[in-house]
């Protein structure tokens, strides 16, 4: 019974590089969220995503950060030429509609040297 | 203002014992959910608990219950016969219904530490 998928686990990047962070919802699950997690902190929303639609992206920072949900494939989500404040952790959730509870997948640790 | 507050920063309690934790929010919504999340130290996110703000009965989830008083908007987590292994951070959240989005709104969390 495969939960949400996210993968890497852990993601080590020199500044100035990009990352790339890939996650394959639930068996069933068309509703995509992304979540970023500071130390310390409580998730902060950044994303949400149906099937090759974003539909809410109010939480996105508006320069470097893009995400995917294409037809085929995982959800991505992208950060350009990251920088030291990139790092955290990134939570992607899914749910079958968009009124049913997130389930989330174990992170992407983002580490940026 | 803080949508979701969790106003303690870390509890502790011994085995076996009944824990509350507290969370109170804000929203002018008349329709709502409410969630709890178990975050242990390794790091994932664990869905505890769900109440619809319409739901009349409080939730429970073998030993969750959530403790939803909507005159008041708090919804406080209560964990019955504490297990070392519930030893973790705990965040309260809500999703807003009329919002496009439905995102989680999340606050700080509580750190609960069961000791024996």
């Known amino acids: 019974n495969a939960g949400v998928m996210q993968n890497p686990r852990h993601l080590v990047r020199r500044r100035g590089q990009e990352a790339r962070l890939r996650c394959s919802p639930m068996?069933?699950?068309?509703?995509v969220y992304w979540y970023r997690q500071l130390p310390e902190e409580g998730l902060k929303f950044m994303v949400y995503l149906q099937k090759e639609n974003i539909i809410d992206e109010s939480g996105m920072p508006k320069e470097r950060f893009s995400a995917e949900f294409p037809k085929e494939g995982p959800s991505i989500l992208r950060i350009q030429q990251v920088v030291r404040g990139d790092s955290a952790a990134y939570f992607c959730?899914?749910?079958?509609?968009?009124?049913?509870?997130?389930?989330f997948g174990d992170g992407t640790r983002l580490s940026i040297l | 203002a803080q949508k979701i507050t969790q106003t303690q920063p870390g509890m502790f309690v011994q085995e076996k014992e009944a824990v509350t934790l507290d969370c109170t929010y804000d929203t002018s919504d008349q329709s709502y959910g409410l969630f709890w999340y178990k975050q242990p130290s390794s790091g994932e996110m664990i869905f505890l608990i769900y109440?619809?703000?319409?739901?009349?009965q409080n939730a429970t989830e073998g030993r969750y219950s959530l403790n939803f008083q909507k005159a008041r908007k708090s919804a406080n987590l209560v964990i019955s016969a504490s297990q070392l292994g519930d030893s973790a951070m705990y965040f309260c959240?809500?999703?807003?219904?009329?919002?496009?989005?439905?995102?989680?709104?999340f606050g700080k969390g509580t750190t609960l530490s069961v000791s024996s």
């Open positions: 959240a809500m999703r807003e219904d009329n919002q496009a989005g439905t995102a989680l709104i």
């Open positions: 959730a899914s749910s079958p509609h968009n009124n049913q509870p997130q389930h």
């Open positions: 068996k069933g699950h068309s509703h």
């Open positions: 109440q619809g703000s319409y739901d009349e």
